[in-house]
């Protein structure tokens, strides 16, 4: 047996970022776990997504109405299906701003084709090979 499917490895940015800002597997489970939640320094019931090589990640609002939209409202029947995690550009609101890039966790599927830019929406964000992680 490999122990380390058995290693708690948690998909935060800064493990991402340590993957070069994307991750790729398939889910094993979605369960309902009580963590901690960092900024109100209390535990709290989340959705806790696990992976078939044990990696979790604690999916977002964002990545949990995208997985909702493509996968459906039941967890169940997300189990066996591919799923990227990666790291994408948070939006400005300030052109002029020049503090760091700030990133956010998103999701991708694998399974299904990608949709098609409109002329004149916004550019793809920068390719994770091409992002400067310093």
């Known amino acids: 047996m490999d122990m380390r499917r058995h290693l708690k490895s948690w998909l935060t940015i800064p493990t991402l970022r340590e993957r070069g ?58 189990v066996g299906r591919p799923l990227q995690v990666f790291l994408r550009p948070m939006a400005r609101h300030n052109p002029d701003d020049t503090k760091p890039v700030r990133y956010e966790k998103a999701v991708a599927f694998p399974d299904q084709p990608q949709p098609i830019s409109e002329p004149g929406s916004p550019a793809p964000p920068p390719a994770v090979d091409q992002i400067n992680w310093s």
């Open 21 to 78: 800002g994307t991750y790729d597997g398939t889910i094993a489970s979605v369960r309902e776990e009580e963590v901690r939640n960092a900024y109100k320094q209390a535990r709290e019931l989340q959705p806790v997504i696990a992976f078939e090589d044990g990696a979790r990640v604690i999916p977002n609002i964002g990545m949990r109405r995208e997985l909702v939209a493509h996968y459906g409202p039941d967890t169940d029947h997300w």
